[in-house]
C-alpha cells in the first residue's frame, strides 16, 4: 500500500511505493499537514542548534540542505551534490541521498509539532544522481498512529518537476525532550 503526495507536481513513476507494512500507516490512522505551527516547538527545542549533519551551517562536511518551505502538507528542501558526496565516480552516494530523505521526512515529522527520531527509513534508487546536481526533496505525511509518524517523499534532479531518483518511506517515533544529549 503507498500514499501520494497532496499536490502532485509530476508524473508517478510507474513502480510500486518505497513503503513496506512496516512503514505503511493502520487502515483509518489520520494523516495531519505538516504545517508551519508546528515550526515553533521545532525551533524552540533546537535552540540554536546548527550542527545538523543534513541542514547545519557548523557541519563542514553536511549536505548544507536548504529548507524551502510547506505547502499543502508538503514540507520541500533541497541540496547540491557536490564532490564529496561522491559513491561511484561522479555519482551521488546513495547513503547521502538516504541522508537527504532522513531529513526531509524528519523536517515534515516535527512539523506536526512533536520531536521525532526516525525509526526505519526505507529508500528506493531509480536513477544515479551526478555531482553538482540540484537535488529538490518533498516529504508527506501519509498517517499518525500514536508516537508513530509515517512519512514518505521523493527527490527530483534538477528541479521540483525533474525525473524522480529516489523514493522513501519511513516511520519516526515521538520523543520527550530528553532524548537528546546537550552539547558539552
Ligand atoms: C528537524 C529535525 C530533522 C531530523 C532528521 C534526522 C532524524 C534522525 O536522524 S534521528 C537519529 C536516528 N534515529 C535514532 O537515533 C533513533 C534510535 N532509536 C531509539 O532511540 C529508540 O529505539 C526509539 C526512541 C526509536 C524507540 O524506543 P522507545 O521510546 O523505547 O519506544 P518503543 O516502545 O520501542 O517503540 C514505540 C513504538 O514505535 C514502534 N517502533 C520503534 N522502532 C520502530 C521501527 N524501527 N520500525 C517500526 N516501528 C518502530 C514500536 O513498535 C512501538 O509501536 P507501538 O506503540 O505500536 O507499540
Same mark, same amino acid.
Given at each position: ?26 487502515? &483509518? /490512522? +489520520?494523516?495531519?499537514?505538516?504545517? !508551519?505551527?508546528? #515550526?515553533?516547538? @521545532?525551533?524552540?527545542? $533546537?535552540? %540554536? ?37 561522491? &559513491? /561511484? +565516480?561522479?555519482?551521488?552516494?546513495? !547513503?547521502?541521498? #538516504?541522508?537527504? @530523505?532522513?531529513?526531509? $521526512?524528519? %523536517? ?37 498512529? &500514536? ?38
Amino acid at each position: 500500500m503507498t500514499s501520494s503526495p497532496p499536490s502532485p507536481s509530476a508524473s508517478r513513476p510507474a513502480r510500486p511505493g518505497p513503503a513496506s507494512s512496516r512503514t505503511t500507516p493502520p487502515p &483509518g /490512522a +489520520p494523516a495531519p499537514a505538516p504545517s !508551519g505551527e508546528g #515550526a515553533a516547538v @521545532m525551533l524552540a527545542s $533546537l535552540a %540554536g542548534f546548527d550542527g545538523c549533519f543534513g541542514c547545519g551551517s557548523e557541519a563542514e562536511s553536511g549536505l548544507r540542505i536548504r529548507h524551502t518551505g510547506v505547502e499543502d502538507g508538503v514540507v520541500t528542501c533541497e541540496f547540491t551534490v557536490r564532490r564529496e558526496h561522491q &559513491g /561511484a +565516480p561522479g555519482l551521488c552516494h546513495g !547513503g547521502v541521498l #538516504a541522508t537527504a @530523505m532522513d531529513e526531509a $521526512l524528519g %523536517g515534515a515529522a516535527w512539523l506536526l509539532g512533536n520531536r521525532y527520531v526516525t525509526g526505519r527509513l526505507e529508500t528506493d534508487y531509480l536513477a544515479p544522481v551526478p555531482v553538482g546536481s540540484d537535488v529538490h526533496v518533498r516529504a508527506w505525511c501519509t498517517g499518525l498512529d &500514536g508516537r508513530k509518524a509515517y512519512l514518505e517523499g521523493e527527490a527530483r534532479v534538477g528541479g521540483p518537476d525533474g525525473p524522480v531518483a529516489v523514493r522513501a518511506a519511513g516511520v519516526f517515533i515521538e520523543v520527550p525532550q530528553e532524548h537528546f544529549v546537550p552539547e558539552s
